[in-house]
Nanobody, 124 residues
Framework: QVQLVESGGGLVQPGGSLRLSCAAS????????MGWYRQVRGEERDLVVS???????NALDSVKGRFTISRDNAKNTVYLQMNSLKPEDTAVYYC??????????????????WGQGTQVTVSS
């Protein structure tokens, strides 16, 4: 059983900052890419930024220079530092991890796992 638990969302004024955290726990063998998606009600979930186990990142053009992703492999945790926030960053943010984990029936499962989502609202 694998769980991803997010924290750090909330309400912030334009130009402000927030830091999201996502900790993975359970019978984890290894985690490959981790990252963050966001979703506005009625729209598709879009990739915001991802990071490989080695630290290579891939980000939306609209967040480059404002958002920074990092991870602590020893803690199975990924972070998203969001600066200079804009109203258009308002969304539910979901973390994910490409995880290999032990299954209850024996053997390994390799799949994407998702957090429960955390609301980020940028408004004055």
């Amino acid at each position: 059983q694998v769980q991803l638990v997010e924290s750090g969302g909330g309400l912030v004024q334009p130009g402000g900052s927030l830091r999201l955290s996502c900790a993975a726990s359970g019978t984890i063998s290894s985690i490959s890419p981790m990252g963050w998606y966001r979703q506005v009600r009625g729209e598709e979930r879009d990739l915001v930024v991802s990071i490989t186990r080695g630290g290579s990142t891939n980000a939306l053009d609209s967040v480059k220079g404002r958002f920074t992703i990092s991870r602590d492999n020893a803690k199975n945790t990924v972070y998203l530092q969001m600066n200079s926030l804009k109203p258009e960053d308002t969304a539910v943010y979901y973390c994910y991890g490409d995880i290999i984990a032990a299954s209850t029936g024996g053997g390994l499962i390799h799949r994407d796992y998702w957090g429960q989502g955390t609301q980020v609202t940028v408004s004055s």
